[in-house]
């Protein structure tokens, strides 16, 4: 087999078929009364009041995104992913997790990406307790301030542990729901950071940089497209692994 048609099935396995996206419900937009104008071409139909999302044109919007998320990996840029709804947390942590890439599975904190220096000093922060805390360092402190200690430490972990280890601003956001993510996408624009996000028919297009139209509301929905995203970036790491060896 040459080694054209082995990165050509390979991209076929990462890419998941119209059929698969079916089945996760990819397709099911919200009641047509909370319709965004800009979604209006890519919904395929409207059925008892519910809007039904054109698959086919998710493919493409998705193979868009994949294109950019895979030369992200190639070469070795970081992805903020970024999903705080119950149904998106876990896939969306699992996904970064897999990359060792930061997360926010919690309340997004304003700043995060338009003030920095200030969170950067904050993730610094719960980072020297945790090294502390390992280390035994917490042990001269009295009772009463470890538990002062434990207590930050505590909250800071609540917002900040997904982003230990970034040291500067992501190269690019992926975000699942960009409506309900809309500080987040916000200062992403403004600071000039790529938005790739899963959108339901309820958002804004035009302000998202990768946007893929689809179910933003369901595990399996969320799950399939998410994982496509990391598998994708993975693949282009890969690529430049081949290309050393």
């Not at 080694?3 to 050509?8: A, L, S, T, V």
């Not at 493919?59 to 119950?86: D, M, Q, W, Y």
């Not at 933003?216 to 993975?234: C, E, F, G, V």
Request: aromatic share 8%.
């Amino acid at each position: 087999m040459k080694p054209m048609q082995k990165r050509e099935e390979k991209r076929a396995d990462i890419f998941p078929k119209i059929e698969e996206m079916f089945s996760a419900g990819v397709h099911y937009g919200y009641g047509k009364s909370r319709r965004h104008p800009s979604i209006s071409p890519y919904i395929y139909a409207t059925k008892n009041n519910g809007d039904i999302i054109d698959i086919e044109k998710t493919t493409v919007l998705l193979s868009s995104a994949c294109e950019f998320v895979k030369e992200l990996g190639v070469r070795n840029k970081i992805i903020l992913f970024v999903g705080t709804k119950p149904e998106a947390k876990e896939t969306v942590k699992s996904a970064a997790e897999s990359l060792g890439m930061p997360y926010v599975v919690e309340r997004w904190i304003g700043g995060t990406l338009s003030n920095f220096p200030e969170i950067k000093k904050r993730i610094a922060v719960l980072e020297t307790y945790r090294k502390d805390s390992k280390e035994g360092e917490l042990d001269k402190y009295t009772k009463k301030e470890r538990s002062r200690i434990a207590k930050k430490m505590e909250k800071l972990s609540k917002y900040y542990s997904g982003l230990i280890g970034l040291k500067k601003i992501p190269d690019a956001i992926f975000i699942v729901d960009a409506r309900k993510e809309r500080i987040a996408a916000t200062e992403a624009r403004k600071g000039g950071v790529p938005v790739i996000a899963l959108i339901n028919s309820d958002s804004d297009i035009k302000n998202i940089t990768y946007p893929i139209v689809g179910n933003d509301a369901s595990i399996p929905s969320i799950r399939i497209l998410t994982q496509t995203i990391a598998h994708t970036y993975k693949a282009g790491q890969m690529l430049t692994l081949n290309k050393e060896i």
